[in-house]
């Protein structure tokens, strides 16, 4: 590898001796020509705190919905917010995944248990109608720890 030039060592030694706030500029290992930066959204600013891409960006539902992977506080359980993150998904792939998830729920890995129990009685052949009737009344009542699914007839 050629030797850095001058300009590139000074402004190297000047980042790591006088950090900027919010700003995290460390030069690669094997190549210091590379840096690694992170930097944090400005005060007062919707970025706030906020490391994007390099984390997932926090996502949660305001309006309540009744789905097993969605907890009463409108968190989403959605793999690519968490664990399966990548820097190369874009907000436009999170808001699919979303809307894929409203289609095609996951009761085997829920957020939320009694929804997820409730879901999987639907999916074994009980009348739909009756299960939504179920399901409303049991949620605005606030009894769905206790629910039980309806029987066939």
Known sequence: MTALPRRIIKETQRLMQEPVPGISA???????????????????????GEDYPMSAPKVRFITKIYHPNIDRLGRICLDILKDKWSPALQIRTVLLSIQALLSAPNPDDPLANDVAELWKCTRSGLNPDILVFSILVQHESSALD???PPEKV
């Open 26 to 48: 460390v030069p690669d290992e094997s190549n210091a020509r590379y840096f690694h930066v992170i930097v944090t959204g400005p005060e007062d600013s919707p970025f706030e």
């Open 146 to 148: 206790d629910a039980r």
